[in-house]
């Protein structure tokens, strides 16, 4: 068993922000790459991330806000419950 500390979609929607500015270490950018692998699920909320990344760092610079924050919580929770 080499799945040590498995990352689970929690920890990856948590970790996703900080993956595609790549501030992410290695570590923890290996352990989300092993859940796409093996979660299409996240693979295709990354997907929608990178979009909605790109609309962001069009804007104006600015610390992303709690608010922005909650709202991709919540539409990632409205999606993952939509599909189960
Ligand atoms: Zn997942």
Not at 1 to 21: F, P, S
Request: net charge negative; proline share 4%; with cysteine.
């Amino acid at each position: 068993m080499g799945r040590v500390n498995e990352m689970k979609c929690r920890e990856l929607v948590e970790q996703v922000t900080n993956y595609l500015e790549g501030a992410l270490g290695s570590t923890d950018s290996d352990r989300l790459d092993g859940h796409l692998h093996s979660c299409i699920a996240c693979r295709s909320y990354l997907g929608e991330m990178r979009v909605t990344m790109q609309v962001v760092s069009s804007l104006p610079p600015e610390p992303m806000s709690e608010e922005l924050e909650d709202n991709l919580l919540q539409m990632y929770r409205n999606w993952a419950g939509s599909v189960s």
